[in-house]
């Protein structure tokens, strides 16, 4: 399978834990993307990079958020004091030039 | 300010009845516009781009047309396996990517 790929599918949490999700992008699409979605709404832009570089964030992604993509490959998305607001569906999306591939999600529970 | 919106917001057809979903957007700077369809609990397929006025794209029973204000997404004759919801986003600016909150399609059989 070549598309976007992400892990885990799911995840409960405690609030106040860390939690950290994996997104591997198509091999060759040099743009990632992390997105957050909740239920009945569209999916609201956190971050972006360019290869390696985070060029993009939005307000949305608070300090508690980190995200990185270390040699341009896959991508981590940390979300540290974890909050009940937190729970939510993360979603990654990777591109080449413009038209955005998204991967299955990571479904956060926070209790 | 930067808008995207989608309407209805749910839709239920019967198996045949075709129809059309609207996206209206208040951007500046459109870079493209994009037709996404999510099933429940996984995360959005692509469907289509459009990037200028006038522009149309088709793939089986859908087809995509855009204006300068806003875009639609015909359905023609349905099934039960096109429910979905259907998504749309704008690409403007530098990059910036802004979805609508979708439409809700229901086909009965």
């Known amino acids: 399978d070549t598309g976007v790929s992400q892990d885990p599918r799911h995840k409960i949490t405690k609030r106040g834990q860390n939690v950290t999700f994996r997104c591997d992008p198509i091999s060759e699409h040099n743009r990632l993307y992390w997105y957050r979605q909740t239920l009945g709404q569209g999916p609201e832009f956190l971050t972006y990079f360019q290869n390696e570089a985070q060029l993009e964030k939005s307000r949305l992604l608070s300090d508690r958020f980190s995200a990185e993509r270390p040699k341009g490959s896959f991508s981590t998305l940390e979300i540290q004091r974890t909050e009940q607001g937190d729970s939510a569906m993360y979603l990654c999306a990777s591109s080449l030039i413009d038209t955005q591939y998204f991967g299955p999600g990571t479904r956060l529970t926070v209790l | 300010e930067d808008q995207v919106t989608q309407s209805p917001e749910a839709l239920r057809l019967q198996e045949g009845e075709s129809s059309s979903l609207n996206c209206s957007y208040t951007?500046?700077?459109?870079?493209?516009l994009f037709w996404y369809r999510q099933d429940p609990g996984k995360g959005p397929e692509f469907l289509f781009t459009?990037?200028?006025a006038g522009e149309e794209k088709e793939k089986e029973r859908l087809k995509a047309t855009l204006t300068k204000k806003e875009s639609f997404l015909h359905i023609t004759a349905p099934k039960p396996e096109d429910s979905a919801t259907y998504l749309c986003?704008?690409?403007?600016?530098?990059?910036?990517?802004?979805f609508g909150a979708g439409t809700r399609l229901t086909v009965k059989p």
């Open positions: 459009l990037y200028s």
């Open positions: 951007v500046s700077g459109l870079r493209g």
């Open positions: 986003a704008v690409c403007y600016n530098n990059n910036d990517m802004r």
